[in-house]
Structures are given as C-alpha cells and as structure tokens.
C-alpha cells in the first residue's frame, strides 16, 4: 500500500515506536490522528507531522470507540489503524489479578476493540488496513514476566484470525514483532537481561520505525525489525523440545 493521502490512526503514538510510526506515515503524505493517555505528547506529534490528536486510555473500549469516530468525522475515514500502544509493567504470577487485568485490556483487548470498531468504516468504504505491535517473544518463548508474553502472544495470534478472515474482503493486516527498540519501555530493562542480550541490536525508534512502514508498503503480514528473530523462531518449530531446554539452560546456566 502506498500511504500517500491515506488517513492513518496510531495509537501510543506519542513517544517511541508509536511517535517514529506518526513521523514515517507523514513523511509518506498520510494524514495521521496521534492517539495517547499523554494528551499533551499527542498534541506535540500532532503538531510536528501536520496531524490531529486524541487523548485516549486504549485499555477502556469506550475511548477506542470514541476515538475512531472523531477520527472519522475529521478525515472522512480511516485507511489504516494502527493498534500500537503497549506497556510493559513487572506482572507475574506473584502480581495482583488487577495488574493483569490492566495488561490484558492495554496489550490485547485494545487489538480487539480498534479492529471491531474500525472494521465496519473500513469495510464500507471497500477496504482498509489493520496492524498490531505485538512483540519478538510472541514468535517463541520469553524471559519476561508472565502476562507480558502471554499477551503479545494473543496479540499476534489475532491478527492472524483477522489476515485470514477478512482477508479477502479487502483488509490487509500486518503484526510488528519488533526485538529491541530504544524507547522509554526499554529503558527500564536493564543491559544484563537475558531476553535483551537473546535478541541481539538494540534498534533506535526511527529505525524500527522504518523497517515496519516498509513492510507494510509490501503488505506483509508478520514484520520482525531483527533479521536474527526468525533464527530461533524456525529452532523452536523444528524442535520445541531442544529449543525450550536450551533456552531454559541459556537464562539459568549454574542450574544447568
């Protein structure tokens, strides 16, 4: 897809991934509507790439809602939604229900909610294009807490329900599984942590930014920013078993 004159909507769009994901869609002639709970960041992105802006908690269903009608009624559609936002808090097993509560809503039901409100305009106008950021773990295995795997591998597997049924109804879909990225959710990963040493290059923003926007312009449906993502991906489907007892040894290597 070229993005020339296409209205495009990014949520989380106002810092990281999500405002370098804003800057490359204008940079292509697109009209962009930067969603974010950081209204004021929103405004900024807004501002420097000529766009609008939405003031939006992705987690609640109401504000996707209401975030794509105000979208529609200011560009007259929407081209491509772009479900990007995410967070990445400590949850394990040993973490409240409401933490997980709150992942699962920001990391996989706003996924939901964008694709089942924006699908009817899309639909209607006779085509459009949904993308996620889901994540490297989703592919294999993870070294991160608990529910921030999980959902990334949710994430991922709706995307591909939606490449395959709406797919021939005019919808294009891509996932984004990005490995390291400089963004403020990496900042507070710390350089010894094995999945960020597992992945290898620490990407800047822009750069991954780029990759992605790419991909899409070939209409790609799974997008990795790291060449070496699909090494242990092929690994863990050729033999689950060796690959999660190698990984397993790889973070706990005095209990090997």
């Known amino acids: 897809m070229a993005f020339e004159g296409k209205s495009v909507v990014v949520t989380g769009g106002a810092s990281g991934i999500g405002a370098s994901l804003c800057r490359a869609f204008a940079a292509r002639g697109a009209r962009v509507m930067v969603a974010d709970l950081d209204a004021a960041g929103a405004v900024e992105i807004a501002r420097e790439v000529g766009g609008a802006s939405f003031a939006c908690d992705v987690g609640q269903e109401a504000a996707i809602r209401a975030l794509i009608e105000q979208t529609v009624a200011e560009f007259g559609g929407i081209d491509v939604m772009f479900s990007n936002a995410g967070i990445a808090p ?13 992942m699962w809503r920001i990391n996989f039901m706003a996924h ?12 209607a106008a006779g085509g459009g294009y949904i993308a ?4 490297a773990i989703a592919l294999t295995a993870s070294a991160t807490p608990s529910a921030y795997a999980a959902t990334k591998h949710a994430a991922l597997s709706l995307a591909q329900s939606l490449y395959l049924e709406y797919g021939t109804r005019g919808i294009k879909v891509s996932c984004a599984c990005p490995g390291p990225v400089v963004t403020a959710m990496m900042a ?6 094995a999945q960020k040493r597992f992945w290898g290059t620490v990407l800047e923003a822009d750069h991954a ?4 926007i790419e991909a899409m312009e070939r209409e790609q449906f799974l997008i990795l920013t790291h060449p070496e993502i ?3 991906f092929l690994n863990f489907a050729r033999d689950p078993e060796r690959f999660m007892a190698g990984f397993r040894a790889a973070l706990h290597p005095a209990q090997a």
């Not at 939901?112 to 639909?123: D, E, F, G, T």
């Open 112 to 123: 939901v909610h964008a694709a089942k409100y924006v699908l009817p305009h899309m639909l």
């Open 90 to 102: 400590v949850c394990d097993l040993e973490s409240p229900a409401a933490l997980w509560d709150r």
């Open 230 to 232: 699909a090494k242990p």
């Open 209 to 212: 930014a780029g990759l992605i």
């Open 132 to 135: 996620a950021t889901a994540s």
């Open 188 to 193: 507070d990963v710390p350089d010894e942590n």
